[in-house]
């Protein structure tokens, strides 16, 4: 089972900031964060990853708590091409077995 | 820089019928996963391969096994199809010396079972 809770679908304004949240209060101390995106017919494309420090690059931003139980994804402008699934993974390492929930489904809309 | 290259794209098969899909990773990377996504679902594992050999493996039947030849490409292989196998194989690739680097998907093949 997926060790994330995530909304199931959200939606957000053009050029505006959209905000995605997830929990993972079951976390261990050498278990990274990461985010995934899938959009319609394509397989998930990887967007950032963090540890504990807030993590920046061109895509986004990860904003992730102190005592590390949850975690916020920010897309500073949101475009349509962002409309897409997004997951929230932990995991040791990023090339071992991800285990994916069912994600947050981004809407932006015009 | 190609990156995960999968086939094919789509395909029909009949019950009880074997397939094969394949995979080549994205240059430079040795490490190849698979995954099976059922529609509206997230994508599950199936098993990863490194050095020609399975490292980890997920919660499959022995109907599904892989190989991974010399130059990291990869083939995934289903044995007596049922319908329930009917989903998106998408396959993943890394690199082992960056364990914790982010895996690199191919756009997946879509298996129909009729």
């Known amino acids: 089972d997926a060790k994330t809770t995530q909304p199931t679908s959200m939606d957000c304004a053009e050029g505006r900031a959209a905000n995605l949240p997830c929990n993972h209060s079951?976390?261990?101390?050498?278990?990274?964060v990461y985010w995934y995106r899938q959009i319609h017919s394509q397989g998930p494309q990887y967007i950032i990853h963090?540890?504990?420090n807030n993590e920046t690059n061109e895509m986004a931003s990860l904003i992730i708590t102190e005592d590390r139980k949850s975690s916020t994804l920010i897309l500073p402008h949101a475009t349509l091409r962002d409309t897409a699934v997004y997951y929230c993974?932990?995991?040791?390492?990023?090339?071992?077995?991800?285990?994916f929930g069912k994600g947050t489904k981004l809407t932006v809309n015009p | 820089d190609a990156g995960v290259t999968q086939s094919p794209t789509h395909l029909i098969k009949t019950r009880g019928q074997q397939v094969t899909l394949r995979c080549s990773p994205k240059s430079g990377h040795d490490t190849v996963s698979w995954y099976q996504q059922a529609l509206g679902q997230g994508p599950q594992f199936i098993f990863q391969?490194?050095?020609?050999?399975?490292?980890q493996r997920g919660n499959f039947p022995d109907r599904f096994s892989g190989h991974q030849f010399p130059n990291y490409s990869s083939e995934l292989n289903v044995n007596a199809l049922l319908l329930g196998d009917s989903a998106l194989y998408l396959c993943?690739?890394?690199?082992?010396?960056?364990?914790?680097?982010?895996?690199?998907f191919g756009n997946g093949t879509r298996l129909t079972v009729t």
């Open positions: 993974i932990v995991s040791e390492g990023g090339s071992e077995k991800l285990v």
């Open positions: 993943a690739s890394s690199l082992e010396q960056g364990r914790r680097s982010p895996l690199h």
């Open positions: 079951t976390i261990s101390g050498n278990e990274y």
């Open positions: 963090g540890l504990k």
């Open positions: 391969y490194y050095e020609e050999e399975e490292r």
